[in-house]
């Protein structure tokens, strides 16, 4: 099924200019990049985006760090991309990511792990609007 998910590429690989090379590899692997663009969300905005991790102990560090600087969000299409995204991300930890994903080449810490993907239909679904509303 062609499905859409939303792809965010966080402050700390932001920062460190990987934005090119991350899409390139949602683009070697199938994947379409159909809307893209560099943000700055307010703490505020972390917060609702975020709200399914409220109750972890480190909901106030991840908003805090998604608010810290820049990001670049993405609409990714293609056949199983929702799943596809998530495999080509790889595990939520680097020390954690299977060679060649991109927690794996660039992540830096469970916290600082260079990008976001929706893991879910319904997830897709509100995280593109939350995101692009038109
Ligand atoms: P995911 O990004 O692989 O879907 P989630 O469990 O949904 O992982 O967690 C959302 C984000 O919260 C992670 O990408 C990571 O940045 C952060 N995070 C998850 N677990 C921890 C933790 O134990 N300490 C600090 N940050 C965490
Ligand atoms: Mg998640």
């Known amino acids: 099924m062609i499905e859409k998910t939303l792809s965010i590429i966080k402050p700390d690989a932001v920062e460190r200019e990987l934005g ?25 905005e972390a917060s609702e985006f975020y709200k399914v991790h409220e109750t972890k102990p480190f909901y106030e560090e991840l908003c805090a760090y998604l608010s810290s600087g820049p990001i670049i969000v993405m609409i990714l299409e293609g056949e199983n991309a929702i799943l596809k995204n998530r495999e080509i991300m790889g595990a939520t930890n680097p020390k954690d990511a299977a060679e060649g994903t991109i927690r794996k080449l660039y992540g830096i810490s469970i916290d600082k792990n260079s990008v976001h993907g929706s893991d879910s239909l319904d997830n897709a679904t509100k995280e593109i609007n939350f995101f692009f509303k038109n």
């Open 20 to 44: 090119d090379s991350i899409k390139k590899i949602f683009l070697n692997n199938g994947l379409n990049i159909s809307k893209s663009k560099k943000v700055k969300i307010t703490k505020q």
